[in-house]
């Protein structure tokens, strides 16, 4: 069964839906990568809404008409021109600074896509969207802190892993994150 995706920017007022889908997102599709108590200590720190970028216009959220439901949300993600390369709100190494389109890479943020909506192409999807609104803004480079589970489809994508970072979490796990990196031909 397809899908047909529209996505638009988020605002504040998709902050809780975020919150769910992204909940949502992460105990459905990183069970697999990443243990049940990594999972409890990343949710709200390393891995969740960064609200910074829905103030900045540089958040989307993904939704499809469902007829039994209506408009369901099915995934979300964006990009940053600031340093912060990965975590929410009260994630560690916050770094609001903006960057330097001419030297500095995009941070590819937060991308998550709803269980009921997975392999469909929706990952790559905003994927898209938010390297063509970085390329748009001056970034000629890209790079991310990825799950583990993301990192197949980044690969795809043409982002190469340069560093593996155990982030430390407050209940005393660490989240391997994987920073990649992406330099488009011209």
Not at 10 to 36: F, K, M, W
Not at 86 to 112: C, N, Q, S
Request: include cysteine; aromatic fraction near 6%.
């Amino acid at each position: 069964m397809s899908n047909a995706f529209t996505l638009r920017a988020a605002t504040e007022d998709d902050i809780p839906t975020l919150h769910a889908l992204i909940e949502a997102s992460v105990r459905g599709l990183q069970a697999g990568d990443y243990t049940t108590a990594q999972i409890e200590g990343a949710l709200g720190t390393v891995l969740g809404l960064d609200t910074q970028l829905i103030a900045d216009r540089t958040y989307f959220i993904a939704e499809t008409l469902d007829q039994n439901a209506g408009t369901r949300s099915a995934g979300c993600g964006g990009w940053s021109k600031r340093k912060t390369l990965f975590g929410a709100d009260r994630g560690p190494g916050r770094e609001p600074e903006l960057l330097d389109p001419g030297v500095d890479a995009a941070k590819v943020r937060a991308i998550f896509v709803h269980p009921d909506f997975a392999r469909r192409g929706l990952g790559s999807l905003i994927l898209a969207r938010v390297e063509a609104e970085a390329a748009a803004a001056g970034f000629r480079r890209y790079e991310m802190g990825s799950t583990l589970t993301g990192v197949a489809l980044y690969t795809l994508k043409g982002y190469v892993e340069v560093e593996r970072i155990a982030v430390p979490l407050w209940n005393g796990e660490a989240l391997p994150i994987v920073k990649m990196v992406k330099t488009p031909r011209a």
